[in-house]
């Protein structure tokens, strides 16, 4: 069956330092790959869009890659801030199709 | 702009009650999706509107969950004679197109007692 798999144990690091999610899926061949962050109480909010023959995408301090051959994707966000604690969903897309979406993980950034 | 609004933002109920929530999407997004959210768990897609298509009805746990939509406008999620397993976030999201990025609504809080 498919199945995509974050994380589901929280992630400490230290302000200033590039934190690394992990996204990793089975039996799915996505055609597109989105991160959204999700704060306590609220919904989440879109913040990067990767597509299945782009290898990276950047926007500011985040960075994307997505290896169809690993079937993984990779999650950076540089120069870490107590502001970017929250939890980062990824979702996965087929051309055509709904969004299904990972767990989550935890991030929590320590001044 | 304003964003996705759902009403109420928290409910309680009595075990076999029926519920309605609401969610108003972004004006002119075409698509609508309704997500349940379990605490501590990931986003479980429910149904999925598109303009005037008939809606993707394919993750509706049973036949006690039902949706409408009017038009490209409001939307309602109904569960009927619920059950203490139906406590959780519910979710709705808007886009412009079914392959763009999601807004989402602030969410529902559903507990069942």
């Known amino acids: 069956s498919q199945k995509i798999e974050q994380n589901s144990e929280a992630l400490n690091i230290q302000e200033g330092k590039t934190a690394t999610l992990t996204c990793n899926y089975t039996n799915y061949s996505p055609a597109y790959l989105q991160w959204y962050r999700q704060d306590p109480g609220r919904g989440p909010v879109f913040l990067l869009l990767i597509r299945e023959n782009e290898k990276e995408k950047r926007k500011e301090r985040l960075k994307v890659t997505f290896d169809t051959t690993l079937k993984q994707s990779l999650f950076h966000i540089t120069a870490s801030q107590p502001a970017d604690s929250a939890t980062y969903l990824c979702?996965?897309?087929?051309?055509?199709?709904?969004?299904?979406f990972g767990g989550g993980t935890r991030l929590m950034v320590k001044p | 702009g304003a964003g996705v609004s759902q009403s109420p933002s928290n409910k309680v109920t009595e075990k076999g009650k029926d519920v309605e929530l609401r969610c108003d999407p972004i004006s002119g997004h075409t698509a609508l999706y309704w997500y349940r959210q379990r605490l501590g768990q990931g986003l479980e897609f429910l149904i999925y509107f598109q303009g005037n298509s008939a809606p993707d009805k394919s993750g509706l746990p049973s036949d006690r969950f039902s949706a409408e939509r009017t038009g490209e406008s409001v939307s309602t999620l109904t569960i009927q004679r619920t059950q203490q397993e139906d406590s959780a976030v519910y979710l709705c999201?808007?886009?412009?197109?079914?392959?763009?990025?999601?807004?989402f609504g602030p969410g529902t809080r559903l507990t069942v007692l």
């Open positions: 999201a808007s886009s412009p197109y079914r392959l763009d990025e999601q807004f």
């Open positions: 979702a996965l897309q087929r051309a055509g199709n709904m969004l299904t």
